[in-house]
């Protein structure tokens, strides 16, 4: 679990900003429609093809991996502290980042409705709530005629609660397998269950069988991640009125985890469509429930329905404090008069999970790294002499760990009109590649016709994978020809997005057209190991330049 480092205000420690600035001084739809592509396939190889504008050639030949090394470095030193969510170390990263933005000559991107003579400033406020020391329960109840089964599940050891500030509730319980809607393959586990106002417990994974291991559907219902996994199911569950949904993890090993000392939400109300609360449960919950009557071998055995009698007490509780973190945000306007009212945006968050039990997790690859390409971008753009015909805007997040807070907050309270941005491009963890044999599985595994000449004229050094908004494939000709002009080997990872990992999750939702870049997991993923000596340099380096050219194209279209 992630612990934090104590809330501070927002201003840095003035050590630290000290610094940082020694440091810098040192040195909705999109509103254009582009026709989809001819077939894109889903791997590209390194092969030639249209040059590149001349202006964004040599932009990308400018792009040194020194530079981006010091950015990576200072982000994820020692004073900044692994850069935690209301800390000192990440405000000062925030004021780092500003700093270089506007040493680069990028300006500001103010509010809609600027307050009246306020100077122009790159932060945007994000208000929060910190709940600290957090407890709750999960207690189940089950009257048969005279006799009671009752029992109390430990939060961290046999249920994981939901981060929410206050919840009590005490509703029935109902059953609803594998808690998946497939149309395609007429699959409905919620057929005629009634879920309204009930607690709706169901299993991870799929049904067995050929159909489910379609890699569409194990998209959808399996996912890679926690998040990924339950987050499909919670949607089906929310759209049918429940109350909570309790997750039985049986397919994934079930590992003790001590509740965290504090953790973080937004301080307004979400809008219609916040999540309802999930609780994932131990392979202890599924015993108790298979056990209910009518008794079952196993709780995969049991056929969705409501358990009569039963009922699910949900509590959780925490102590309240306001806190506030910051976005920045900044704007390269367009060259065309008639295009600059339109926008790409390009962001990456700042934050990491700072102090964990006493150690520090530096973050170097989570996120300087994408952060790091970020600011090398922003002052690319501000230095050419010719810039794309759209406007270009630039965000460094806040709150990313903790649930995309400072994007979701943008989205809600947007500088720039959401409907206005005809792509966001994501710079999440650019420093680690793919092995080769990760590369061959990746490419055998897949249906592409492609696989056998792609493998033989692959360089692992010059590939990358890219995620890629499947509902907008004109992103997909502009890939393919980012990458050829870079001469990359790329994998096109088409997804949804809803239900992703990074800042770009929000924006998916909104159907502003995406692409993910991200280079791959590694040991020291989440760990006190993520240092700049562990990150490949020349990967950050190929992903600031194939995210550079793609958002020039988008922007010059």
């Keep these: 679990m992630r612990a934090l480092a104590s809330p ?4 840095a420690g003035a050590g630290l900003l000290c610094l940082l600035l020694a440091l810098v001084a040192g040195d909705g739809l999109a509103p254009a429609a582009w026709p989809p592509p001819p077939g894109v396939p889903e791997f590209l190889e390194a092969a030639p093809g249209q040059p590149l504008p001349p202006p964004l050639a040599r932009a990308l ?10 950015h990576i470095r200072f982000l ?97 319980v109902v059953f609803a397998g594998h808690g998946i809607r497939e149309p395609v393959l007429a699959h409905d586990d919620y057929a005629a269950l009634p879920v309204r106002g009930c607690v709706v417990v169901v299993l991870d994974g799929t049904p067995e069988g050929p159909a489910w291991a379609a890699p569409a559907v194990r998209r ?26 309790v997750g039985i993890e049986l397919e994934q090993a079930w590992e003790e985890e001590t509740p965290p000392s504090h953790f973080f939400l937004p301080a307004d109300e979400l809008p219609a469509g916040r999540p309802i609360p999930l609780v994932t449960a131990s392979p202890a919950v599924a015993a108790f429930l298979a056990a209910a009557e009518p008794p079952v071998p196993s709780l995969a055995d049991r056929a969705p329905g409501p358990l009569p ?31 600059r009212g339109e926008a790409v945006m390009i962001g990456a ?3 990491h999970l700072g102090r964990v039990g006493g150690s520090v997790y530096p973050g170097a690859d989570d996120n300087a790294s994408g952060v790091a390409a970020l600011l090398e971008i922003a002052r690319l753009l501000a230095e050419s002499p010719v810039k794309p015909r759209r406007s270009i805007l630039l965000a460094a997040w806040t709150g990313e760990e903790e649930g995309k807070l400072g994007s979701d907050f ?44 792609f493998l033989s004229h692959l360089d692992a050094a010059r590939f990358l994978e890219t995620g890629v908004a499947r509902w907008a494939p004109h992103l997909d000709a502009v890939l393919q020809r980012a990458a050829r002009g870079l001469g990359l080997a790329l994998h096109l990872d088409r997804v949804d997005g809803r239900h992703g990992g990074s800042d770009y999750r929000g924006f998916a939702r909104a159907r502003v057209p995406f692409l993910r870049f991200f280079g791959n997991f590694f040991p020291g993923y989440h760990e006190p190991t993520d240092t700049p000596q562990g990150v490949d340099l020349e990967a950050v380096r190929q992903q600031a330049q194939l995210c550079l050219a793609s958002a020039w194209l988008l922007a010059d279209e």
């Design 8 to 11: 501070v205000r927002s201003r």
């Design 61 to 70: 030949g400018r792009l040194e991996a020194a530079a981006l090394e010091a």
């Design 76 to 172: 994820a030193s020692p004073p900044l502290a692994g850069r935690g969510l209301a800390s000192e170390g990440l405000e000062a990263a925030l004021e780092y980042v500003a700093a270089v933005l506007a040493r680069a000559g990028v300006a500001p991107l103010p509010p809609p409705a600027p307050p009246h003579e306020a100077p122009p400033s790159f932060f945007q406020p994000v208000p929060l709530r910190a709940v600290h020391h957090p407890s709750g329960c999960l207690e189940l109840r089950q009257l048969a005629g005279a006799s009671l089964r009752q029992q109390l599940f430990a939060p961290g050891v046999e249920v994981l609660l939901p981060e929410v500030a206050a919840l009590d509730l005490e509703v029935p």
């Design 220 to 245: 959808r219902w399996v996912g890679d991640s926690a998040e990924e996994r339950w987050d499909a199911k919670l949607e089906v569950a929310e759209e049918l009125g429940a109350a909570a949904l």
């Design 309 to 339: 009698g039963m009922t699910a007490r949900l509590v959780a509780v925490g102590v309240e404090e306001r806190v506030t973190s910051r976005n920045v945000l900044a704007v390269i306007p367009g060259s065309s008069e008639a295009l």
């Design 349 to 351: 968050h700042v934050d």
């Design 410 to 453: 943008y989205l809600r309270h947007p500088r720039w009109p959401v409907e206005k941005t005809v792509a966001y491009l994501n710079l999440d963890m650019i420093g680690h590649r793919f092995s080769p044999e990760e590369i061959r599985a990746l490419v055998t595994a897949s249906t592409c016709q492609c696989a056998d000449r």
